[in-house]
């Protein structure tokens, strides 16, 4: 069965820290790849996508993510992150010709001033 | 742009009772909608999925007699929860997508409680 794992539950960081979260997927075919945030209180927004090409895609407010396809994975990165990134983060693999989404469990980070 | 709503968004209901929730790509034609719920403390678990003019595809375990899902026109998506039962309780979320687009435009969400 297709699965998206993401390896750290909660993470905890000081402002200018840099964060790395790790996503990996599990499906033999084709994948779009996506990272999602969720501020409090506030829906999902996308951060980043890779459909195809350059295996470094970056995003929105400095966000950036490597797709590995040898390792499966689709990690999140940011040099130094700010206290307005304490959100949830979502990894999702996207598959089919609709492009369902399966999600991984989240992240939940927290940055302290 | 790609702005997507959802109404109502939270929602208290009687056991056994229906509920209807309404999702609404504002600004953009989206040829395909999906519904999501979340529980408290997990991720997204895709429901199902609605292309507009025909029948929703449901996801394994997702009862369709349940979940009624309805894609009417191409901006309005609606899911009625039917004979709702506290176990029902949770947060669905809607997401909208263009024809021909990979990405998703997800709503704010409704809260369901049923009593």
């Known amino acids: 069965a297709q699965s998206v794992s993401q390896h750290n539950h909660h993470v905890i960081l000081s402002e200018a820290a840099s964060l790395e979260l790790g996503c990996n997927y599990s499906y033999g075919g084709t994948v779009n790849l996506f990272w999602y945030v969720q501020y409090p209180g506030q829906h999902l927004q996308l951060l980043l996508k890779?459909?195809?090409?350059?295996?470094l895609v970056k995003g929105i407010k400095g966000f950036e993510a490597e797709f590995i396809k040898s390792k499966f994975s689709f990690n999140l990165r940011k040099p130094s992150v700010q206290w307005s990134d304490t959100a949830e983060y979502f990894c999702a693999v996207g598959t089919g010709g609709y492009n369902k989404l399966i999600f991984g469990a989240g992240t939940r980070l927290a940055v302290h001033p | 742009g790609a702005v997507v709503s959802q109404h109502p968004s939270w929602v208290i209901c009687k056991s056994g009772t229906s509920v209807k929730i309404e999702c609404r790509s504002l600004d953009f034609q989206a040829t395909t909608m999906f519904w999501y719920r979340q529980f408290p403390k997990q991720s997204l678990m895709l429901m199902a999925t609605?292309?507009?003019?025909?029948?929703?595809?449901?996801e394994q375990g997702v009862e369709k007699d349940k979940f009624l899902i309805n894609h009417a026109s191409l901006t309005l998506s609606t899911l009625t929860v039917t004979s709702a039962h506290p176990e029902d309780s949770s947060f669905y979320i809607c997401?909208?997508?263009?024809?021909?687009?990979?990405?998703?435009?997800f709503g704010p969400g409704t809260r369901l409680t049923v009593t």
């Open positions: 997401s909208a997508q263009r024809r021909d687009s990979y990405e998703q435009y």
């Open positions: 609605s292309n507009e003019g025909s029948k929703a595809t449901y």
């Open positions: 890779y459909f195809s090409g350059d295996p």
